[in-house]
């Protein structure tokens, strides 16, 4: 098989940072790839794709402003953002969600971003989010991202052609004597720990 140069990158994934001697191939080596629009870190952290998805809505609430100059009310407002720009800090979940959730800065950037959206649409600087998030009867982002995990891992759940990327249902209860739902993963790291399988498999054993 003939690699293309052009097309190929290399990306070793390296949280510990060891040394690195790139094979004598005429491909780049990068610390980090936009794989189906999410940004992959060498040091295995999405710091970098928050970033980047943050500062790409946060410009596109521009046009949301432009649109309440044009005298829209607040019901087309709030379904402008819910169409365009919270699928922005939506996409693939999954993937990334699970360890930021876990980041509080991270989290911040990403609900800055939903906090300045609900001012835009309510035109109001003074009103508190929690308020804001009340009167329009929106979710904040970390429970909205954690019902869109819970939502996919039962897709998972009930698809036979991917049921086995999950643990197997559980026979026994918890020492809390609570009835579990499926086998808790045994995660010998936090960054396993903060990955989807560990993090759906203990939220859908609580739900």
Request: aromatic share 8%; net charge positive; proline share 5%.
């Amino acid at each position: 098989m003939t690699i293309n140069s052009v097309k190929s990158k290399i990306l070793r994934l390296n949280p510990l940072k060891r040394d690195f001697i790139p094979p004598e191939v005429p491909v780049s080596v990068v610390s980090e790839v936009k794989i189906l629009g999410v940004i992959f870190s060498h040091d295995c952290t999405f710091t970098t794709h928050i970033k980047s998805v943050t500062r790409k809505a946060n410009t596109s609430l521009q046009t949301l402003s432009k649109i309440r100059r044009f005298g829209c009310n607040t019901h087309s407002l709030l379904r402008a953002y819910l169409c365009y720009e919270r699928p922005m800090l939506e996409s693939a979940c999954p993937v990334w969600d699970p360890s930021v959730l876990r980041t509080i800065y991270l989290m911040q950037d990403l609900d800055s971003v939903q906090k300045r959206a609900t001012r835009i649409i309510l035109s109001n600087r003074d009103i508190s989010y929690h308020n804001t998030l009340e009167t329009l009867e929106l979710q904040s982002l970390e429970l909205r991202l954690g019902e869109l995990i819970l939502r996919f891992g039962k897709m998972l759940l009930s698809n036979p052609a991917h049921r086995d990327i999950l643990p197997q249902e559980a026979l026994t209860v918890s020492r809390s004597r609570q009835k579990l739902k499926l086998v808790p993963e045994r995660a010998r790291t936090n960054r396993y720990q903060n990955s989807f399988v560990p993090f759906f498999t203990s939220i859908y054993n609580s739900a």
